[in-house]
């Protein structure tokens, strides 16, 4: 048996691969945009894993640098995670918020159109009611939480590239 060193444990993934995911959540997300299947905010999030944490597929949190030292965030993200671990939700870590707002809708500031900025810190994606969800790109997503948490790292983080 080959022994593999911390290094290796660690997990660095290839750059490939990590944009092979990056790009699957974009896919992920712009799919289940029109679909309905999109919670944006932490206390919208919070709300909707209360009341049907069985529907949630996916947990992604995001933060830019000065979001780092924003204790509050980072509570509200603790607790959230805490809650997605014990009900088997996967969860992302992802550091671009400008990014993820030009996905889901907003434009790069963030704003929907002529609305207040959206709370971009905690999107979750659920599955839409009418049907099993089967999207290649989300089983992508949801392998890489998988293989991420059997090397102890139990919130992966994902860059999303600009366009």
Not at 64 to 69: G, P
Not at 113 to 127: F, K, N, Q
Request: hydrophobic letters at 35%; glycine letters at 6%.
């Amino acid at each position: 048996m080959y022994n593999m060193t911390f290094e290796e444990l660690s997990g660095d993934y290839s750059q490939e691969r990590m944009d092979s995911v990056a790009k699957a959540l974009e896919e992920v997300l712009t799919s289940a945009l029109p679909q309905g299947c999109i919670t944006v905010g932490v206390y919208e999030a919070a709300k909707s894993l209360n009341v049907d944490p069985d529907n949630v597929v996916l947990c992604i949190l995001a933060t830019d640098d000065e979001d780092v030292k924003d204790v509050a965030l980072q509570i509200h993200f603790t607790l959230i995670q805490a809650f997605c671990c014990e009900n088997d939700i996967n969860i992302l870590r992802v550091n671009n918020t400008r990014r993820l707002a030009e996905i889901l809708g907003g434009g790069s500031g963030g704003k929907p159109s002529g609305g207040e900025p959206m709370d971009l810190h905690c999107v979750l994606v659920t599955s839409p009611h009418s049907t099993s969800w089967k999207d290649p790109a989300l089983s992508k997503v949801n392998r890489f939480c998988r293989e991420s948490r059997c090397m102890d790292q139990w919130v992966p983080i994902i860059n999303l590239p600009e366009r």
